[in-house]
Structures are given as structure tokens and as C-alpha cells.
């Protein structure tokens, strides 16, 4: 790759050279009507074609992207002078060609994606590689609104990768009415086997209609599949299974899963395909690994890494603490499970903050034989244990980071802190629903210093113009004790109230002149929409969050007397002769929430039990678990979102959203 930059960075000197003059007086007498370029200068270098593009007046990177089909990080690695996307009019860069003979072999230039709970644009940009601007593009009106259950047209030739670009292409292909993974192998040139590798989220005995799955091109030249002889036998006993009947012919149950279209037929009566093999013939490499590893036999314990960053070879500072106490939620967890008889053997490894630390424990993880891994923290270290998990296929937990991305693409990972977008595009789903026929006003501290929120008030604002709703908007900074309000909207009796207030002082702010037009006019009913950062601040201001009905959503929240949360406490006091570290969350329950979960997950189904985890779900003291797998070809990521309530009847309520 340096030589290739290295003579990348000659040819432009020549170029550059070679047009300096020329370049300067057309920039100098531009003219802004002039054409834009539609056909474009090609060179090969190294065997690799590459264009050559001056850039123009309106150009910006997502034109450019999607004029040469490529994705901003491509322009920027081949281009490594542009900084911060600022682009110079008349600088030449170099872009490679797409070619990729699976993209060919695709009959379809784009697919369909049916949107699902939580999906934003950005989500789905992210999980096909392909720029929000190309997807809009395709689907006009999506850059107002998308909902549940729309379709949207994704571009194929845009998340095919390219021989550069990446070394792990696919292709995508939505499900229609009466296909298999028979039929979808032949037309793809693959083996079922294949596809369910790259799909394991896919159930072989439900393929649905409109679900996406990828089939990797490996850009190679996709060579048609062999032809596999078989011959078909009939299943004569009901103890007969697919393991059995494979051992009986010399062959492994994958090889009978491919010939029978994925799907495990083995029961008395029925007739299968068996595949032919000489006695000579050994196991083919290449065949696909369905089946998880070996369970446990009965009575073996399972073996848990929880790897953290506990910080031993350091004075104890408030972070370790927080690991700490975690890791102390997770043992209450296991001590609860083994007077259940749930036998386990668990590592607690400190990471220490140090990436060569987290170097020298994946070293170590093989002579463990772990059944579970919980952590680490830093995104970096979770890819890196991620990395092993996959390759392991051992289930691994991610309890803490919400902005890694590893369970979007490794089947083996559990996001549980629910992705700050799913959070926003869901809840918002429910408020917008819970608006019913009450008038909305939109209260703003416009001071500069709360704007984080103002795109997902925007976003609430578009619905209700799309439904020709009235709604108020009124300026903290105009007019801080909403002396207007009765002006803008009079007669108003049902007012639902939401702002962009998300500190302390701005929520203070907000809350104020509420509660005061409360007191004055107690005939109006006001409900107030809040964020997960309000529960910090429920101490100082629960009166007023009862006063005006208020609703904040969130990943966690411990009902206050909630038994169980008490009755942790008591423990932890017990055994470890002090409080808990006041935090939100808090770690011991945090840890006491995840250890009941994963550990219950374990004793129903085994070290494998994320192909049944979606059929489970825990309320948690302080955090819940749902978990769904986010497509066919990735991890998981929880569901779980709190709408607590502080009704004007002094009553807090907490309700899990459904889905």
C-alpha cells in the first residue's frame, strides 16, 4: 500500500506539474456556468484503476461519493490532504475504481429494507456502508421522517466493496415470496451452508419475506458451486437425529443441512438427502461450521472471564471503585444462581487501563475454556476481545460502552446499554403517540448552551406539521416567566410541554415558570416530557416533576423502596462494611442485573444460548434486558427502555416500553 501511495503521490507532482498553469488561469476565469465533468480521467497503477477528478465549485464530499460510488472514507484515505472535508476548487484527486464481479453477477441494482424499531438513517447508513445522502436519494420524503414498517431502496453498487476498499465485501439480498436458501445458493453461487454462516441470525424453518441477508463475494470471481450427488433416505425412528444420521452415512451435519436447504427434516417418516461420498473422500475444510460448540455435561461448571479495569497496581480512585463494585453485583448474582445449582468458575481480570495488559490476558483466555465473557470497557480493548470471542465462538457481554459498534458487526457480542440513537427514535415514537389530542408547547432555552436536544425536538415538530397540528414554541430567553402563554394559546386546558433543558440549571429554568402558571391556573393540565439526565436531578425537584405530571425516559432507573434494591444494599453493607458509592447507575445492581440476566440465559440453554436469547426478557431492579439481534449478520443489542412517571399523586411509576 506505501508503494502505491508513493507512486500515487508522483503522478499527481507530474499532473500537478504538468497543468499548473493551465489549472490557474481556469480557476482564475472560471466560468460558473460551465458543464460539470461527465467523463472523467483514468490511469492504472500496480493493476488497479484509479480516476483522476478536478474538484468544482459545488462540489462536497457526498457528491462526490455518490458520483463515483465510494464512501467518504475511501476519498479521504486516497486523499489524505484533505482535512476536515474542506474542499479547494481545481484540486485533483484520486479515486479508485469499483469493480467487483458479485456486484455483476446481481441482477438487482438495489434492495429493500423494511425499517424496524429504532433504525434511524444514520443506523442504517451505518450497517450497509452507504452515505445517508445516497439513501435519501432513493427514497424522497426519508430525510423528513422515516417510520416502522416502511420500505426503503437501498443502492446495491454502494455497499459492495471494492478490490481496495475492503477485503470482506457482500452483497445484500432482500427475501421475496416463494425463495429458499436452495434457490437463493444457485442464483448467488454459494452453498446454503455459506449463507447461513454469514446470516446466523437466520432461521432456516422461518425464512421471511422482506428479510435482508448478505452473501459474501470475497471479491473473487464467484465460481458456480459443485454439484453434490446425493440420495435420499427415510427417517425410521423418532430417536433418530441430525447428529446420528450424519454419523451413520460418514458425513457431517452441515453436509446434510446444505443438500436439504438448511433445514434440519430429520423425523420419523420423513424422507432426506443425504450427500454421496467415496470412502476415500475425507471432510471437505471448507464446509461451514453451523452448530455451536459442545455443550457442557451436567454438572460441569461454567467458566465466566469478567475483565475490568480494576486498577489493582493503583490507589483505589472512584472509577476503579465503580468496577469494583460491579464485579461485587455480579458475585451476589452467582450466589443466588449457585443455591440454585448453577456450578461456575469465575476470573476476574484487571485490565489495568493498559492496551498491552488487555494483550497479555486475550493470551491467556484459551486454557480457560470460557463459556462467557463480561467486558472489557474501552472501545478499542472490546473489539480486540471481541475479536477473540468471534473466533472462539464464546458469547461476550458489553455492559458498559455505548458507543462501541462491535455488536453491529460480531455475532458474538451483547450491546447493553441500548445505543443512544435507538433510545432517542423509539422514545420519541412514544411520546409522539402519548400526544393524543392535548396541545403541544415547545418551552426553549435558547441560551446556546442546550442544543443537544434540539433535533429531536425538530424531529417531533416535523410529525406534528405532516399531521397539520398547532403547536407553541416559546423562547426561555424572550420571555423567561412565559408571561405570553395565555396570549399564544388561549383557552388551552391540556397542555403537554417538552423542552430542550437538559443541565441542571436549565431544567431549573424550565420548571419555574411551569410551576407557577400550575399555581395560578390549576385548571390547566400539564404534562412535561423529560430526558434520562432529569433522574439526577429528582432530589432536587421531585416536587415540582409530581406538580407538572412529568415523564423522563431512560436506560435505568431503581423505583425508590423498590425491596430488592434495599435488600442488595443491605448485603453489600453487610459484606463489605460500607455504602454504596453513590452513582447513576449504580455498579452493585448494575452488576446484580447482568449476572441474574446472562447467568439465568446460561442455566436455560447452555454456553449457547444466544440462538434462544430473544425468547427471554428481565424487568431489572435498576436495568432490564431484551435483547434483539440488530440484522442476520450481526450481534445484539438490548431493547430495554424505562418511561418513569411522577404522577400528581405523589406515586412514581415505571413502565418498560414496549416494543
Same mark, same amino acid.
Given at each position: 500500500?506505501?508503494?502505491?501511495?508513493?507512486?500515487?503521490?508522483?503522478?499527481?507532482?507530474?499532473?500537478?506539474? @504538468?497543468?499548473?498553469? $493551465?489549472?490557474?488561469?481556469?480557476?482564475?476565469?472560471?466560468?460558473?456556468?460551465?458543464?460539470?465533468?461527465?467523463?472523467?480521467?483514468?490511469?492504472?497503477?500496480?493493476?488497479?484503476?484509479? *480516476?483522476?477528478?478536478?474538484?468544482?465549485?459545488?462540489?462536497?464530499?457526498?457528491?462526490?461519493?455518490?458520483?463515483?460510488?465510494?464512501?467518504?472514507?475511501?476519498?479521504?484515505?486516497?486523499?489524505?490532504?484533505?482535512? =476536515?472535508?474542506?474542499?479547494?476548487?481545481?484540486?485533483? &484527486?484520486?479515486?479508485?475504481?469499483?469493480?467487483?464481479? $458479485?456486484?455483476?453477477?446481481?441482477?438487482?441494482?438495489?434492495?429493500?429494507?423494511?425499517?424496524? $424499531?429504532?433504525?434511524?438513517?444514520?443506523?442504517?447508513?451505518?450497517?450497509?456502508?452507504?452515505?445517508?445522502?445516497?439513501?435519501?436519494?432513493?427514497?424522497?420524503?426519508?430525510?423528513?421522517? +422515516?417510520?416502522?414498517?416502511?420500505?426503503?431502496?437501498?443502492?446495491?453498487?454502494?455497499?459492495?466493496?471494492?478490490?481496495?476498499?475492503?477485503?470482506?465485501?457482500?452483497?445484500?439480498?432482500?427475501?421475496?415470496?416463494?425463495?429458499?436458501?436452495?434457490?437463493?445458493?444457485?442464483?448467488?453461487?454459494?452453498?446454503?451452508?455459506?449463507?447461513?454462516?454469514?446470516?446466523?441470525? &437466520?432461521?432456516?424453518?422461518?425464512?421471511?419475506? @422482506?428479510? /435482508? +441477508?448478505? +452473501?459474501?463475494? =470475497?471479491?473473487?470471481? &464467484?465460481?458456480?458451486?459443485?454439484?453434490?450427488?446425493?440420495?435420499?433416505?427415510?427417517?425410521?425412528?423418532?430417536?433418530?437425529?441430525?447428529?446420528?444420521?450424519?454419523?451413520?452415512?460418514?458425513?457431517?451435519?452441515?453436509?446434510?443441512?446444505? /443438500?436439504?436447504?438448511?433445514?434440519?427434516?430429520?423425523?420419523?417418516?420423513?424422507?432426506?438427502?443425504?450427500?454421496?461420498?467415496?470412502?476415500?473422500?475425507? /471432510?471437505?475444510?471448507?464446509?461451514?461450521?453451523?452448530?455451536?460448540?459442545?455443550?457442557?455435561?451436567?454438572?460441569?461448571?461454567?467458566?465466566?472471564?469478567?475483565?475490568?479495569?480494576?486498577?489493582?497496581?493503583?490507589?483505589?480512585?472512584?472509577?476503579?471503585?465503580?468496577?469494583?463494585?460491579?464485579?461485587?453485583?455480579?458475585?451476589?448474582?452467582? =450466589?443466588?444462581?449457585?443455591?440454585?445449582?448453577?456450578?461456575?468458575?469465575?476470573?476476574?481480570?484487571?485490565?489495568?487501563?493498559?492496551?498491552?495488559?488487555?494483550?497479555? +490476558?486475550?493470551?491467556?483466555?484459551?486454557?480457560?475454556?470460557?463459556?462467557?465473557?463480561?467486558?472489557?470497557?474501552?472501545?478499542?480493548?472490546?473489539?480486540?476481545?471481541?475479536?477473540?470471542?468471534?473466533?472462539?465462538?464464546?458469547?461476550?457481554?458489553?455492559?458498559?460502552?455505548?458507543?462501541?459498534?462491535?455488536?453491529?458487526?460480531?455475532?458474538?457480542?451483547?450491546?447493553?446499554?441500548?445505543?443512544?440513537?435507538?433510545?432517542?427514535?423509539?422514545?420519541?415514537?412514544?411520546?409522539?403517540?402519548?400526544?393524543?389530542?392535548? *396541545?403541544?408547547?415547545?418551552?426553549?432555552?435558547?441560551?446556546?448552551?442546550?442544543?443537544?436536544?434540539?433535533?429531536?425536538?425538530?424531529?417531533?415538530?416535523?410529525?406534528?406539521?405532516?399531521?397539520?397540528?398547532? #403547536?407553541?414554541?416559546?423562547?426561555?430567553?424572550?420571555?423567561? *416567566?412565559?408571561?405570553?402563554?395565555?396570549?399564544?394559546?388561549? @383557552? /388551552?386546558?391540556?397542555?403537554?410541554?417538552?423542552?430542550?433543558?437538559?443541565?441542571?440549571?436549565?431544567?431549573?429554568?424550565?420548571?419555574?415558570?411551569?410551576?407557577?402558571?400550575?399555581?395560578?391556573?390549576?385548571?390547566?393540565?400539564?404534562?412535561?416530557?423529560?430526558?434520562?439526565?432529569?433522574?439526577?436531578?429528582?432530589?432536587?425537584?421531585?416536587?415540582?416533576?409530581?406538580?407538572?405530571?412529568?415523564?423522563? #425516559?431512560?436506560? #435505568?432507573?431503581?423505583?425508590?423502596?423498590?425491596?430488592?434494591?434495599?435488600?442488595?444494599?443491605?448485603?453489600?453493607?453487610?459484606?463489605?462494611?460500607?455504602?454504596?458509592?453513590?452513582?447513576?447507575?449504580?455498579?452493585?445492581?448494575?452488576?446484580?442485573?447482568?449476572?441474574?440476566?446472562?447467568?439465568?440465559?446460561?442455566?436455560? *440453554?447452555?454456553?449457547?444460548?444466544?440462538?434462544?436469547?430473544?425468547?427471554?426478557?428481565?424487568?431489572?431492579?435498576?436495568?432490564?434486558?431484551?435483547?434483539?439481534?440488530?440484522?442476520?449478520?450481526?450481534?445484539?443489542?438490548?431493547?430495554?427502555?424505562? #418511561?418513569?412517571?411522577?404522577?400528581?399523586?405523589?406515586?412514581?411509576?415505571?413502565?418498560?416500553?414496549?416494543?
Amino acid at each position: 500500500m506505501r508503494t502505491i501511495y508513493k507512486l500515487l503521490t508522483l503522478i499527481l507532482l507530474i499532473v500537478f506539474a @504538468g497543468n499548473l498553469s $493551465a489549472q490557474q488561469s481556469a480557476t482564475r476565469g472560471k466560468n460558473k456556468n460551465k458543464k460539470p465533468q461527465t467523463t472523467f480521467s483514468r490511469k492504472t497503477i500496480e493493476g488497479k484503476e484509479y *480516476y483522476f477528478y478536478r474538484i468544482e465549485e459545488e462540489d462536497v464530499i457526498d457528491s462526490i461519493c455518490v458520483k463515483f460510488d465510494v464512501t467518504p472514507d475511501v476519498i479521504t484515505q486516497y486523499n489524505p490532504e484533505i482535512i =476536515d472535508d474542506t474542499l479547494a476548487v481545481g484540486h485533483l &484527486l484520486i479515486i479508485p475504481v469499483r469493480y467487483n464481479t $458479485a456486484q455483476i453477477a446481481s441482477a438487482e441494482k438495489m434492495f429493500n429494507h423494511i425499517v424496524a $424499531a429504532g433504525e434511524t438513517l444514520y443506523s442504517l447508513s451505518r450497517m450497509y456502508g452507504v452515505s445517508i445522502n445516497r439513501i435519501t436519494a432513493l427514497n424522497p420524503g426519508a430525510e423528513e421522517v +422515516i417510520h416502522i414498517g416502511d420500505t426503503l431502496r437501498i443502492p446495491q453498487n454502494a455497499v459492495v466493496g471494492n478490490p481496495i476498499q475492503s477485503q470482506d465485501a457482500h452483497i445484500y439480498h432482500t427475501i421475496a415470496a416463494g425463495e429458499t436458501l436452495y434457490s437463493l445458493s444457485k442464483r448467488y453461487h454459494t452453498s446454503v451452508a455459506e449463507i447461513l454462516k454469514q446470516n446466523p441470525g &437466520l432461521d432456516p424453518q422461518k425464512l421471511g419475506v @422482506g428479510e /435482508v +441477508i448478505r +452473501i459474501a463475494s =470475497d471479491n473473487k470471481e &464467484l465460481q458456480p458451486a459443485p454439484k453434490v450427488e446425493t440420495f435420499n433416505y427415510t427417517v425410521k425412528s423418532k430417536k433418530e437425529t441430525l447428529e446420528s444420521v450424519a454419523k451413520k452415512f460418514g458425513v457431517t451435519p452441515e453436509e446434510i443441512l446444505a /443438500v436439504n436447504d438448511g433445514k434440519d427434516r430429520v423425523q420419523r417418516g420423513n424422507t432426506i438427502a443425504i450427500p454421496r461420498k467415496s470412502k476415500k473422500e475425507t /471432510v471437505r475444510e471448507e464446509i461451514v461450521q453451523i452448530t455451536k460448540r459442545k455443550e457442557k455435561a451436567a454438572g460441569e461448571p461454567f467458566n465466566i472471564a469478567i475483565i475490568l479495569p480494576f486498577m489493582n497496581n493503583k490507589p483505589q480512585d472512584v472509577r476503579s471503585t465503580l468496577y469494583t463494585e460491579f464485579y461485587q453485583g455480579f458475585l451476589f448474582a452467582a =450466589d443466588s444462581m449457585k443455591r440454585r445449582g448453577l456450578s461456575l468458575n469465575i476470573y476476574a481480570l484487571d485490565t489495568r487501563g493498559s492496551s498491552a495488559t488487555i494483550d497479555s +490476558i486475550v493470551k491467556t483466555l484459551p486454557e480457560k475454556d470460557l463459556d462467557l465473557i463480561i467486558g472489557p470497557v474501552e472501545n478499542e480493548d472490546i473489539e480486540r476481545v471481541a475479536g477473540f470471542a468471534r473466533e472462539h465462538d464464546i458469547n461476550m457481554v458489553n455492559p458498559f460502552s455505548v458507543k462501541s459498534t462491535e455488536a453491529e458487526k460480531n455475532i458474538k457480542v451483547f450491546q447493553c446499554n441500548i445505543p443512544h440513537e435507538n433510545l432517542y427514535s423509539r422514545s420519541r415514537d412514544k411520546i409522539i403517540a402519548e400526544i393524543g389530542d392535548r *396541545y403541544v408547547v415547545f418551552v426553549i432555552d435558547d441560551s446556546g448552551k442546550e442544543n443537544g436536544k434540539l433535533d429531536h425536538l425538530n424531529r417531533i415538530k416535523t410529525k406534528l406539521l405532516q399531521q397539520e397540528r398547532d #403547536f407553541l414554541e416559546i423562547s426561555l430567553g424572550q420571555d423567561p *416567566y412565559m408571561e405570553t402563554f395565555e396570549d399564544m394559546a388561549p @383557552g /388551552v386546558r391540556d397542555v403537554f410541554v417538552l423542552t430542550n433543558a437538559s443541565s441542571r440549571s436549565s431544567v431549573g429554568k424550565v420548571l419555574a415558570p411551569l410551576t407557577k402558571l400550575k399555581e395560578e391556573k390549576s385548571h390547566i393540565n400539564i404534562t412535561l416530557y423529560g430526558y434520562p439526565e432529569w433522574q439526577v436531578y429528582t432530589k432536587e425537584y421531585i416536587n415540582q416533576f409530581h406538580r407538572l405530571n412529568t415523564t423522563i #425516559f431512560s436506560r #435505568f432507573y431503581t423505583l425508590p423502596g423498590d425491596s430488592a434494591a434495599m435488600q442488595l444494599q443491605d448485603k453489600f453493607l453487610y459484606w463489605y462494611h460500607r455504602d454504596m458509592l453513590q452513582a447513576n447507575p449504580q455498579h452493585v445492581v448494575l452488576g446484580y442485573d447482568t449476572g441474574i440476566f446472562f447467568l439465568e440465559a446460561m442455566a436455560q *440453554y447452555g454456553r449457547n444460548f444466544d440462538k434462544e436469547i430473544e425468547a427471554l426478557s428481565y424487568p431489572g431492579i435498576q436495568t432490564g434486558y431484551k435483547f434483539r439481534r440488530i440484522n442476520n449478520w450481526s450481534g445484539f443489542n438490548n431493547s430495554n427502555i424505562y #418511561f418513569v412517571r411522577f404522577t400528581p399523586k405523589l406515586e412514581i411509576e415505571r413502565e418498560i416500553l414496549p416494543e
